[in-house]
């Protein structure tokens, strides 16, 4: 006949289920804290590659051009690309005098199918609308974006034209140790098209 357990091994599971706990949870957090930065930087990649493709049309067409966008809902609207950044009308998305663009959101969420929707730099709502021009829909309620006061910003000197931007690690994360941290935050320099994260500066 099988004894019961003695209070002593009890004691001993309970020991190592804590140990094996104490191990296990930091790096569960880990990989969580991994998965997104990697996300983050995904995205800024997939941003860059739109903002090259922008310029590209631009310089191509030497007109206005529309581009699509698909809203958290699935309707497709689009936003106005103004050639001569000089003269966009509200709403429309500016180009710089190297034909990259200025505004990389839009100003709601939700758009009407077929219809235009109003271009801006800032979309602080984690709704969707943050860089809505440069991303599809997946991911992008976890990002959040605004124009730069001028100045400085990390290492970067910024002016009106150009977004701050923080995604899922840059609002999460608090590992200092980790790649990409809440002291952190991107910046979009709309001169050059090129997104870079500012460590020690953030949102």
Request: no cysteine; net charge neutral; aromatic share 6%.
């Amino acid at each position: 006949m099988r004894k019961a357990f003695t209070m002593i091994e009890l004691i001993f599971v309970i020991v190592i289920i804590g140990i094996l706990a104490a191990v296990a949870l930091p790096r569960l957090a880990g990989v969580q804290d991994d998965a997104l930065i990697s996300s983050e930087k995904s995205a800024m990649g997939s941003a860059r590659s739109a903002v090259i493709a922008i310029r590209g049309r631009a310089l191509a067409r030497g007109t206005d051009f529309n581009v699509s966008i698909v809203d958290k809902n699935g309707n497709t609207g689009y936003v106005t690309v103004a050639y001569d950044g000089g003269a966009a009308a509200a709403g429309d998305v500016k180009l710089t005098s190297a034909k990259y663009p200025v505004e990389l959101s839009i100003s709601t969420a939700t758009i009407t199918a077929g219809s235009k929707a109003t271009a801006t730099q800032t979309a602080q709502n984690l709704d969707g609308a943050a860089l809505a021009v440069v991303m599809e829909p997946d991911g992008r309620e976890r990002f959040k974006t605004r124009a730069a006061t001028g100045g400085t910003h990390g290492t970067m000197t910024v002016d009106t034209n150009d977004s701050i931007i923080a995604g899922p690690a840059s609002q999460a994360v608090a590992d200092t140790a980790a790649e990409i941290t809440t002291n952190d935050s991107w910046v979009y320099d709309s001169g050059t098209g090129i997104f870079s994260l500012q460590k020690g500066a953030a949102y």
